[in-house]
């Protein structure tokens, strides 16, 4: 699988660049890396052009120094297509925290997507409660180190029967790879990041709302509420799987994201 280390300007991020064909760009949550698209990488490498980075400070990308947004990663990603030489639009794939800097690259490139897939994802930004405890997980991240995080967050990530998985323990390894500083930032991005409800009915491509039956960090019936804000939506459940339904039940999850990238883009 080729890799390539992408400039985006002060750094570069490594992406995983596979197959020719019309291009789905899949990002990954957080504190996580492309391996979580480990499934959708070999399948759609067949008929597609993947392109699948570590976002900057997770997995093998470099940290961005200071502080950054969500817009930041969404700008960087573009910067990203740029050095690739992609100049059609894309099928964008966002898991989670990848998610949420799905809605912020419609609002700041909206003519670069043809499609766009909202994996366990959420459009609305932190209640002031959850946004304390993002800056106390901050803070705490930076003593105790991510593997214990690591441990901590497992069983809200994967569904119960999946819980003690092979895959569970790679997700644990990779979360706990991730640098105390980079959990922290991260955190620290997703408290401040906006409210993407009310952008929800001006989205004009195709869009898939796909979750987990157990996701425990976006609900079911908080997704598909959103979907019907989507004037050209879809929504579909993954059964036997939590909050990374791509990697808990990627042959349904395929399944689900083929048929939907069948039906065409804008
Ligand atoms: C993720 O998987 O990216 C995170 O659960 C997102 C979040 O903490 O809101």
């Known amino acids: 699988m080729e890799r390539k280390r992408v400039s985006t300007g002060e750094?570069?991020?490594?992406?995983?660049?596979?197959?020719?064909?019309?291009?789905?760009?899949?990002?990954?949550g957080f504190p996580l890396d492309h391996s979580v698209w480990h499934y959708q990488i070999c399948e759609f490498a067949r008929d597609y052009r993947v392109?699948?980075?570590?976002l900057a400070g997770y997995g093998s990308s470099p940290a961005k120094s200071g502080h950054w947004s969500l817009s930041?990663?969404?700008?960087?990603?573009?910067?990203?297509?740029?050095?690739?030489?992609?100049?059609q639009p894309v099928c964008f794939c966002g898991l989670s925290m990848g998610g949420y800097v799905g809605w912020e690259f419609w609002r700041q490139f909206p003519t670069r997507l043809s499609q766009l897939v909202a994996c366990d994802t959420?459009?609305?930004?932190?209640?002031?409660?959850?946004?304390?405890?993002?800056?106390?997980?901050?803070?705490?991240?930076?003593?105790?180190?991510?593997?214990?995080?690591?441990e901590e967050m497992l069983p809200r990530l994967f569904c119960e029967s999946n819980l003690s998985s092979e895959l569970a323990k790679r997700i644990c390894d990779t979360i706990a790879r991730t640098s105390p500083d980079s959990f922290s930032k991260g955190q620290l991005a997703m408290s401040k990041r906006?409210?993407?409800?009310?952008?929800?009915?001006?989205?004009?491509?195709?869009?898939l709302f796909i979750v987990g039956e157990f996701d425990e960090i976006t609900s079911p019936d908080e997704m598909q509420s959103n979907a019907e804000l989507v004037p050209n939506s879809t929504f579909a459940q993954i059964a036997n799987a939590g909050h990374l339904a791509p990697l808990e039940n990627h042959v349904d999850f395929n399944r689900a994201m083929r048929l939907f990238l069948a039906t065409g883009s804008k």
Do not use: Y
């Open 11 to 28: 750094k570069h991020l490594e992406v995983v660049d596979a197959g020719e064909g019309p291009v789905l760009v899949f990002v990954h």
């Open 51 to 54: 392109i699948c980075p570590d």
């Open 72 to 87: 930041d990663v969404a700008t960087d990603l573009a910067i990203m297509l740029d050095e690739l030489k992609v100049d």
């Open 122 to 150: 959420r459009a609305a930004n932190d209640s002031a409660q959850v946004q304390r405890a993002r800056r106390v997980s901050a803070n705490r991240v930076m003593s105790t180190g991510t593997a214990k995080v690591a």
């Open 194 to 207: 906006e409210d993407a409800t009310s952008w929800l009915p001006e989205i004009e491509v195709p869009t």
